[in-house]
Structures are given as C-alpha cells and as structure tokens.
C-alpha cells in the first residue's frame, strides 16, 4: 500500500511507518470514521495511535480539520471504556487539555477561519468530559493537573460565546468539582466565580433563541451546575469557629458574589415555561440557598439594592422571588411542581426572618387587611394563605410541608400562638411534631376557657368557635355525627400517643360510661 493512498484508511496509513502528507491524513480519517465498527477488534492500538500522533505530538497535526476529525474519531472509539483505558491516564488528559486550549489559540490568531480551530477545542473538550464521566477515577486527575486553569483560560477567551464551547467547559467543571480543595483552587486562585457569571450573563442577554448545537439556556444551566458545584464544595467553616447554619460564612460568600448576583438576575428575567421554572432559574434558586442576606455589605446590597428612593429597585428580587413562589403555589398541580415549591419557600424563610422590612412587605400579600374571614376554616380560604396551608397539612407533602411551615412561622415572627391561629392546630400539628414545637400554655388555656361573649378563634380549627354548636349538631344526620364521633376518636388518641398533648378523649370516655352504645346492622332492622 502506498504511504499516501488517497483512498486508504488512516490506521493503515499510519501503519505503513511512511511519512504522511496532509491530504492522505485527512482522507484516511474520512474513510476511518465512515467505518467506526470496522476497528473494534483492534480499537485499544487505534485509541493509543489516534494519542500518539495528535494528541502527545503533532506528528500528524498538519491542520486544524485533520485535528478535528482525529478528535472526532478519538471521541467514537473512547465510548468503549473497556478498550480505551488509556484515555483516563493523567498523560491523556493533560495532553487534551493542552490541545484544547492550543487549538483556542489558534482559533483567537485566525478568525477568518477559524471553524476549524474551534470545532478541534470542542472536541478535545469532548473526549476529556466523556472520559470523567465514564472513567470516574480520572476526575482527581484533573484536579492533579490544574486542569480548571485552562478550562478557565478557555471561558475568559472569545470562543466561549460560541454555545458548544461554553457548554462542554461547563460540563468539565462540573464533573472535575468535587472536593472542598478543588472548589477552593477554582475560587481562590483563579476566581472562576466572576467568569461564571460574565460567561451566564452573555448567554441570558441572547434570550430564548438556539443558534449553535446547544440553546442559551442549556449553556446557563450547565454553567450553573458548574456554579453549584462551587457553592457546595467550598470550605463553609472558617478557621475561627464552626457554625450549623448551612450558608456559606459571610467572608466567603463574598468571593462567589458574581454568581449570586447573576442568579438573581436569572430569576428576574427568565419567565415561566408551562408554568415551570425554566430549568436555569431552578439552578439559580438552588444557587441562592447557599448564600447569608445580613452580610458582608456586598451580599446585603445584592439581594437588596441600595435605592431608598425606589423601593421596586429595592425589592425587586425579593418581590421576582414571592411572585414565582405565590404562582406556583398557587397553580400547584402536580409533584413536579412541588420540587420546585420548597426551594423558593427556603430562600424566603430567610429573607423574611432576617429584615423585618421583608417580613411586612410579604406579610401583607399573604394576610391582605380585611381579608381573614375565621367562619372559614384557613384550608378551605380563598387566596395564597388558604393553598400554602393545605400544602402545609399535607402528611405527603416531605419537605414542601415543612418548607411551607418554616415559611409561615417565620413570616408570623416565629410566634407560635399566632401561627396556630393562622392556621389551626389540626393543620399545624404535623408540622410542630416534625419540628419538636410544644403547643404555649397561652394556647392551652385559650382553649380551656369558657366562650366570652366576643369571638374567639378556636386554635385546632382556626375559625372561631362556635357558640351555637348545640343547633349546627342537630342539623347533622346520623351518618355524619357518626363520621364526626370517629374523627374525634381518632385525632385524640393520636394526641395520647404521640404525648404531644395529654387530653382525656371524650368519645372513649362517653362509650365508657355506656352513654353512646354501638347498634349492629341486625339490631338497626329489628327496631325499624
């Protein structure tokens, strides 16, 4: 076969030991990818060949399109783990990486053609996410090698606009964080954080239009898990003292501010999809949960903007916030919805129990003045209060029913006495046991007391009492006092047994007595 046949296939070619000119090359690696199944039986020797010659010397690197289709083939061959081991060595990774970011130099000197150039990065890129991803124990090699240096040169650099760039850097990074000392490398000494949010920022600014092979915002959302994977693994302690609160310590959170603040943006500006948080909105909630809204100043004046004179500058995120969590709580149809309820519920429990000035803002547009009617029981009230109670009794809800108590009792001030009233002890119980709460005393012996003449809301209903019980008792048919006499049976045993409250039942102690005497069916026909 000669050195330089047009229509061979690239392995023989190499194989021949002649030196290769450009065009044979790049027709060898046209016919080989056009049989990828043709190389299996000997796919381990084209994995370390395809290495050899491009990746660890440009031996065959005769332009940017032979590099990429190398790459390209490099990529097919490598989804076979068993046989393409050598693609997790640290040699392979490192030699990719580098490739990738000459291939972005190259790109940056030629712009006039450099398709080429971009496409050859993106596929070095490729190989090296497939490879963390399917060979796990090479991602600590990543970490070894520095490698989120030049995934970072590569976003800092004009080619990251291009989505597929963006989109496989992100996804580099997000496989290769998982350590508190990766996470600290990328904050500390690269600052990745703000080329994250400048990167995020170019792709929300373009909207919903896709016009590469990935859409604006499938690059957000990866670049934001990217963005998470920092958030999480960053060191929270401080070497002063150790705190529970699971946001990250104030000096801390200053270094990832750029992707606070471009979450929140995120929030703002992208809308609903179906009546869903579009998939990098979900991704900035999750973001913002990590984050204090006390200090240091930078963080405060994030989430509130200082503007004195505007309050809808002000509390524009916190009212974005609020208006997504009041829609979907209030369009709740199904789980997913759910799952994405309880995060924003979180990110509210905090603002609302740490600036008194939020509170009150959102206290009102849950409790609009004038607009409690306790002849109704709270879940069966119109509105907002009404939904995020049934949400809250909910013995299904997992942790939306407790997202949604944290939420209500924070906005009540965590006063108790005034969250059961709010929403009835019957609703509230679930939530207070989960959360070890004790009923007050003050509530106890409100319920003790006799009916003054005012009226008085009953704190296990949530409306108030009702001072003509024996009249509403003699409108009810038999079946439905009998269906009430067992709903009381069961809640105050219940209450026995959990030893939340000690309350004698009255069901149990009137059937005692012989006052109530249950009638069999046989019985019921000899009478009628």
């Avoid at 021949?16 to 044979?24: I, R, T």
């Avoid at 003509?468 to 209450?495: I, P």
Wanted: charged fraction near 25%.
């Amino acid at each position: 076969m000669a050195a330089n046949d047009r229509g061979a296939d690239y392995f023989a070619l190499a194989n021949s030991g002649a030196q290769l000119d450009p065009q044979a090359v790049e027709a060898g690696l046209l016919v080989a990818t056009a049989d990828t199944g043709a190389h299996t039986s000997r796919q381990r020797e084209y994995v370390s060949t395809l290495l050899a010659r491009f990746v660890y010397s440009d031996q065959d690197r005769c332009s940017d399109r032979a590099t990429c289709l190398a790459l390209t083939l490099l990529k097919t061959l490598g989804r076979q783990v068993d046989d393409s081991s050598e693609l997790g060595s640290e040699r392979a990774i490192s030699g990719l990486l580098n490739l990738a970011l000459d291939m972005k130099s190259q790109a940056e000197s030629n712009s006039g053609q450099a398709d080429s150039a971009i496409d050859a990065c993106n596929e070095a890129l490729t190989c090296v996410a497939n490879t963390m991803l399917l060979l796990p124990k090479s991602r600590p090699l990543f970490a070894d090698i520095r490698g989120a240096a030049i995934i970072d040169k590569v976003l800092r650099s004009s080619i990251a606009n291009k989505s597929t760039t963006a989109f496989l850097c992100g996804r580099c990074l997000l496989l290769s964080i998982e350590s508190p000392s990766s996470a600290a490398y990328c904050v500390d000494s690269l600052e990745l954080p703000k080329t994250l949010a400048r990167v995020i920022r170019v792709f929300l600014d373009r909207g919903l239009e896709a016009v590469d092979r990935f859409s604006p915002q499938q690059v957000m959302n990866e670049l934001f898990k990217a963005a998470m994977s920092l958030c999480v693994y960053y060191p929270r302690d401080t070497p002063q003292e150790s705190t529970s609160d699971e946001s990250l310590p104030p000096e801390h959170a200053a270094k990832l501010l750029g992707i606070l603040s471009v979450s929140l943006d995120t929030l703002c500006i992208l809308p609903l999809s179906d009546g869903h948080l579009a998939d990098p909105a979900r991704q900035a909630v999750g973001i913002a949960l990590n984050f204090p809204t006390l200090a240091p100043d930078s963080v405060l004046h994030c989430w509130l903007p200082v503007d004195e004179s505007n309050e809808l500058v002000r509390y524009q995120y916190v009212d974005r916030i609020f208006d997504l969590f009041a829609t979907l709580v209030e369009g709740t149809t199904d789980d997913s919805h759910k799952a994405e309820i309880a995060p924003l519920a979180l990110v509210l429990v905090r603002l609302v129990a740490e600036h008194t000035a939020v509170r009150r803002r959102i206290f009102y547009r849950v409790y609009p003045q004038d607009s409690d009617d306790y002849s109704i029981l709270p879940e069966d009230r119109k509105g907002l209060s009404g939904a995020l109670v049934r949400l809250m009794r909910n013995p299904q809800g997992g942790m939306l029913s407790g997202a949604i108590g944290d939420f209500l009792l924070a906005l009540l001030g965590q006063d108790v006495s005034k969250f059961i009233l709010a929403a009835g002890y019957g609703n509230a119980a679930g939530y207070m046991l989960a959360r070890g709460i004790a009923i007050p005393e003050s509530v106890i012996r409100q319920v003790r007391e006799a009916v003054s003449s005012e009226p008085v809301v009953d704190p296990v209903t949530g409306r108030y009492l009702s001072q003509d019980a024996d009249k509403e008792l003699a409108n009810m048919t038999d079946e439905e006092k009998e269906r009430e006499a067992e709903r009381l049976f069961v809640l105050f045993e219940r209450l026995n047994k959990t030893g939340f409250i000690k309350v004698e039942n009255p069901v149990r102690a009137a059937m005692e007595s012989g006052r109530f005497q249950e009638i069999d069916d046989d019985d019921d026909d000899e009478t009628s």
